[in-house]
T-cell receptor
Framework: GENVGLHLPTLSVQEGDNSIINCAYS??????FIWYKQESGKGPQFIID?????DKRQGQRVTVLLNKTVKHLSLQIAATQPGDSAVYFC???????????FGIGTKLQVIP | DAGVTQSPTHLIKTRGQHVTLRCSPI?????VSWYQQVLGQGPQFIFQ???????GRGNFPDRFSARQFPNYSSELNVNALLLGDSALYLC??????????????FGPGTRLTVT
């Protein structure tokens, strides 16, 4: 199955700076990756996704980069805001949403 | 429109007991997935149901079972509860399931504590 993990368990950034959250995966068969944001007491919230045939995808203030050569995924958040403080999970799957495997998670702390 | 709803919000059970957790998907969504999230970890996939059929199963013992009803709501059942079953149980719905890539929307979860 999928094995998705994160390099840094906690990331602290100044408000207004850019944040980069990294993720490594081991399953070469993964063809779909998703980033989720989870605030305290809530379920995960979809942020952005990317298919394995893409290298980059941009959303509103967020960008996901995929490097299949080194099996690495990153989430970039531009102009980080206090409301971005949460735990961020990368997740991967093969064959759609039949089985989505989550990583450990990175806690993002935004310093005002 | 209402999002994914789950009940109950919190639950305390004793070892050996049985528990049933409920989930109502977003209106129009036909797929429901269940996840277990232990404190400090990412969610772990348990089941996916689509059109009332099981379409995916994670590495959980047979004590865990689920079903989906004609109205697409779902129940997760856990028998013979163990202390290690204490976790946040998340339900996610999506428009479709199976091989399709359809965004999942998560509910707030049910916090189960086994004593």
């Amino acid at each position: 199955g999928e094995n998705v993990g994160l390099h840094l368990p906690t990331l602290s950034v100044q408000e207004g700076d850019n944040s980069i959250i990294n993720c490594a995966y081991s399953n070469s068969a993964s063809d779909y990756f998703i980033w989720y944001k989870q605030e305290s007491g809530k379920g995960p919230q979809f942020i952005i996704d990317i298919r394995s045939n893409m290298d980059k995808r941009q959303g509103q203030r967020v960008t996901v980069l995929l490097n299949k050569t080194v099996k690495h995924l990153s989430l970039q958040i531009a102009a980080t805001q206090p409301g971005d403080s949460a735990v961020y999970f990368c997740a991967g799957s093969s064959g759609g949403y039949q089985k989505v495997t989550f990583g450990i998670g990175t806690k993002l702390q935004v310093i005002p | 429109d209402a999002g994914v709803t789950q009940s109950p919000t919190h639950l305390i059970k004793t070892r050996g007991q049985h528990v049933t957790l409920r989930c109502s998907p977003i209106s129009g969504h036909k797929s429901v997935s269940w996840y277990q999230q232990v404190l400090g970890q990412g969610p772990q996939f348990i089941f996916q149901y689509y059109e009332k059929e099981e379409r995916g199963r994670g590495n959980f013992p047979d004590r865990f079972s689920a079903r989906q009803f004609p109205n697409y709501s779902s129940e997760l059942n856990v028998n013979a509860l163990l202390l290690g079953d204490s976790a946040l149980y998340l339900c996610a719905s999506s428009l479709r399931g199976g091989q399709g890539l359809y965004e999942q929307y998560f509910g707030p979860g049910t916090r189960l504590t086994v004593t």
